[in-house]
């Protein structure tokens, strides 16, 4: 008689999108009944996203190979996936290769109607200095980069949890080499977006991972780290996917002029709110 042969590889891979964090998400396997279970624990505190792509050897797994599997936040011992015998009593075998990032990376809806925050003080007025898909750093991307000056202040655009927090970095050039030395706060929505705020100073979160952040709340201050030219905040609102692109979304702004307004670039707009 053969006995059935397991033979595990786990090989992981992480998304280029946010190399800067090691994510807190641990994939392993347990064997129940015969049958090998994938789990995932999730001590993050937003969903996870992954995908597999298996290697079977008289081997069926209830996840096909390259469906992306969503881990709800905070989660313990998700199954993944249930890799079963096919033949009994015959050698079998399975590998597996993992992509995962931070998010939900199948949402598509999202709350298009949404009013921001402008991100800075009241009575102040900023000038949009490069907008959307601008010529330096925003080709084919919804962004803003208001033109804060180093330790000026920064306040949530919108409500939500910060989930990502860096600012350690002291560095910053106008190369895409120099993205990775970014100090950035990323904020959770309730709609599953993320906004990015962008190029804070040295020490320059005022919040940290886990918090419950209000609309207009006080969270940092403005910098010019990593790929940066000068002085600024870089703000974005987006959807993450799997393979590390984004999608940026367009948003709109209550300003001293409008409760509603898409910002533009070379123009300035006052909060008087």
């Known amino acids: 008689m053969i006995r059935p042969i397991f033979i595990v590889f786990f090989l992981f891979f992480s998304s280029f999108a946010f190399s800067q964090n ?31 792509d298996f290697k079977l050897s008289n081997m069926t797994s209830s996840l096909p190979s390259n469906q992306i599997v969503v881990i709800p936040a905070k989660a313990k011992k998700f199954e993944i996936a249930k890799i079963t015998v096919i033949k ?9 290769t993992n992509t995962f990032n931070f998010g939900n990376a199948l949402q598509k809806d999202y709350d298009k109607d949404y009013i921001y925050d402008l991100p800075f003080e009241k009575g102040k007025t900023q000038l949009i200095y490069q907008g959307y898909n601008g010529k330096f750093s925003h080709q084919n991307a919804n962004a803003l980069d208001f033109n804060l000056k180093t330790g000026e202040k920064i306040f949530a655009a919108r409500e939500g949890k910060v989930v990502a927090v860096v600012e350690n970095n002291t560095q ?29 100073k040295l020490n320059g979160a005022e919040v940290k991972i886990g918090d419950e952040v209000k609309k207009g709340q006080f969270i940092g201050y403005s910098g010019n780290t990593g790929f940066s030219n000068g002085p600024h905040l870089h703000f974005a609102v987006f959807l993450n996917r799997i393979d590390g692109k984004r999608d940026y979304l367009p948003t709109k702004f209550k300003t001293s002029e409008s409760d509603s307004l898409l910002l533009e670039e070379g123009k300035s707009y006052t909060k008087n709110y």
């Not at 994939?27 to 969903?47: H, L, S």
């Open 22 to 52: 090691k994510w807190n998400i641990r994939f392993y396997n347990e064997t129940v009944n015969r049958n090998i279970i994938i789990f995932a624990d999730n001590d993050e505190e937003m969903p996870m996203s992954a995908k597999f």
């Open 88 to 96: 009994q009593n015959a050698a079998n075998s399975f590998s597996y």
């Open 172 to 200: 910053s050039c106008a190369n895409i080499s120099c993205a990775k030395f970014n100090n950035k706060i990323v904020v959770m929505h309730p709609d599953g977006t993320f906004a990015d705020y962008v190029h804070l």
